[in-house]
């Protein structure tokens, strides 16, 4: 898996790497909340204007939003105290011009890409109680919202006819 050079200049638009390094950074607690209510999570993620579903076959909570012809998914899982957060997005009318994906390896791509490998991943955000969750999902809604910005400014019929240029 590689990223594209559209998916690297969105990433380097919205600072993605040292905000989700920032937020790892900043909420690394030892005592973590175990057990939760997904109630009460799916209340903190409509509290912070989003609508959340659990999907529990594969236990996480999911968001989808549809924006000029365009998916944008915010996913979180709470497993063990941590905060792992997925963000991607898909062009409907071409999935190859999709992506995102798991952050913390995002992040290292853009390590690799850039020469600057690090050893291991960004590891996830903790959090201890339900106040700690919702600054954790605030600070990375605001990511989300950078990132869907920046990906509808993309001239994605453009991108289109270069890819096929290159093809």
Do not use: P
């Not at 009318?93 to 600057?116: A, H, Y």
């Not at 600070?139 to 991108?159: Q, R, S």
């Amino acid at each position: 898996m590689e990223l594209s050079k559209k998916e690297l200049e969105i990433f380097e638009k919205i600072n993605l790497y040292e905000r989700h390094s920032n937020i790892s950074n900043k909420y690394r607690y030892e005592d973590k909340l175990t057990v939760y209510s997904n109630d009460k999570i799916i209340e903190i993620v409509k509290e912070l204007g989003y609508s959340a579903k659990y999907r529990k076959k594969e236990k996480f909570f999911q968001i989808i939003e549809t924006i000029d012809g365009i998916k944008f998914y915010f996913h979180f899982s709470l497993e063990y105290g941590m905060v792992e957060v997925i963000i991607f997005w898909e062009y409907e009318n071409n999935k190859d011009l999709s992506g995102g994906g798991l952050l913390s390896v995002v992040c290292k791509l853009i390590e690799i890409v850039k020469n600057e490998e690090k050893e291991g991943y960004i590891k996830d955000a903790c959090f201890r109680n339900y106040e700690d969750l919702k600054n954790i999902l605030r600070e990375y809604f605001l990511i989300y919202e950078d990132l869907k910005t920046e990906v509808l400014k993309v001239d994605w019929e453009k991108v289109i006819s270069l890819k096929q240029i290159h093809s």
